[in-house]
């Protein structure tokens, strides 16, 4: 089994879960610099066991039945994880009456509550809270598993999460970027304003990964303009 964090942020409404797996699956040792002997597997890298079983810890603030396309994205990364013999934890948003530790097709999750109201959509308090609520419990397992790469979904909020408890113990991380965590990509008046105000935490978590992950030539060449600090990997959804 091999021990691998997935930091995992909101998507848009709908699933392409269907059929994803292909495409996500690649193996390089390059791929991870830093990393002796690292091999990228589901844009993730096996790990050792230490301390206890648990394999892998899945961060994302929206996972199966919150969130859109890239909680579903997640869930079938986790899942195709777990079926090759690996050990997965997530960690997630509560929502509603949604039990705080659960098994869900062999994947555990743990959930945190922030006060989420929408099944679909996620504010900005939320995520804020999310980021509050959940360092406490990244923190637990990393200290009681031993990881050898995070790999983020979104660069905020969950990218904060891998910058300030992951990184600062020697752990390295991907992130894979989604549109509206680049600045420039979303024309909504929100993210005109708040980007520009965020473009220095922005780069302090880009230039802390060790790889940028795209699912488009067009938002790779936008992220490479905002000089993120680290090599940008297209892989397709």
Known sequence: SSRICIVEGKGKEGSIEAGFVVSYIFLDDASVQGVPGARAILQTSPGRRHKTNHANPDIEHEFPPIGGGGSGVVKGLARELVRMGHVVDVVTMGFGDLPRDEVIEGITVRRVDCGRRSVSKCTAREAFRYVVKARPVVRDLLARNSYDLVHTHFIFPDGILAWREVAPRGIPFIITAHGSDVPGYNPKLFFKVVHPLL???????????????????????????????????????
């Open 199 to 237: 473009m220095i935490i922005w780069r302090r978590v880009t230039r802390t990964a060790c790889e940028i992950v795209s699912p488009s030539e067009t938002l790779a060449r936008l992220i490479e303009s905002l000089k993120p600090g680290v090599p940008v990997r297209v892989i397709p959804n």
